[in-house]
């Protein structure tokens, strides 16, 4: 099975501040990566899929890059909706499909 | 607009078997794969099951295999799954998900229920 780690498992940053998650795969899963974002109380949201494609509707400050096993989400100028658990996923292999364990981002 | 709403949480003591179902609109339910996607309070996310869009193939995490059993009826555009010798350790609020439109690879979820909790306790 893929195991996807993510980094770090929490950050605090300011409004307006660039911010950047790492998420790294067990093995390569060229760009079969996506990424999702769940505010408390809410069932997450794809933010990007294929490692670089930004989901309809999301703002354009979400990013992503990588392939192979080192990805990256960047949100190039947090904003206060920002503020939330953020989670990579993998779907390059067969089930199990599997998640990284989440990066909290929180208000300094 | 998608909507898919989960039902039939609770609470069920352990041993004991519950029935979520989740009831999808606003896409051709027939053509999409779908899926159960797990959150323990406070912890992350936690693949359950896919089922095809034909419902000819299924995958379950190695957590419940042979205890749950995912499946569907295209006819009503609803989704299932049935819950057997439920463990402490499945306490968790349970999403249906949407399989994404994909030229390639396999399973990712463009859209997310609002989650069912399913609580094992005695």
């Known amino acids: 099975d893929i195991q996807m780690t993510q980094s770090p498992s929490s950050l605090s940053a300011s409004v307006g501040d660039r911010v950047t998650i790492t998420c790294r795969a067990s093995?390569?899963?060229?760009?079969?990566l996506n990424w999702y974002q769940q505010k408390p109380g809410k069932a997450p949201k794809l933010l990007i899929y294929a490692a670089s494609s930004l989901q309809s509707g999301v703002p354009s400050r979400f990013s992503g890059s990588g392939s192979g096993t080192d990805f990256t989400l960047t949100i190039s100028s947090l904003q206060p909706e920002d503020f939330a658990t953020y989670y990579c996923q993998q779907n390059y292999s067969p089930p199990p499909l599997t998640f990284g364990g989440g990066t909290e981002v929180e208000i300094k | 607009e998608v909507q898919l709403v989960e039902s039939g949480g609770g609470l069920v003591q352990p041993g004991g078997s519950l029935r979520l179902s989740c009831a999808a609109s606003g896409f051709r339910f027939s053509n999409q794969a779908m899926a159960w996607v797990r959150q323990a309070r406070g912890k992350g996310l936690d693949w359950v099951s896919v089922?095809?869009?034909?419902?000819?193939?299924?995958y379950y995490a190695d957590s419940v295999k042979g205890r749950f059993t995912i499946s569907r009826d295209n006819s009503k555009n609803t989704l299932y799954l049935q819950m057997n010798s439920l463990r402490a350790e499945d306490t968790a609020v349970y999403y249906c998900?949407?399989?994404?439109?994909?030229?390639?690879?396999?399973?990712?979820?463009?859209?997310w229920g609002q989650g069912t909790l399913v609580t094992v306790s005695s």
């Open positions: 093995q390569s899963i060229s760009s079969y």
């Open positions: 998900v949407k399989d994404a439109p994909r030229r390639s690879g396999w399973y990712y979820f463009d859209y």
């Open positions: 089922i095809s869009d034909s419902g000819g193939s299924t």
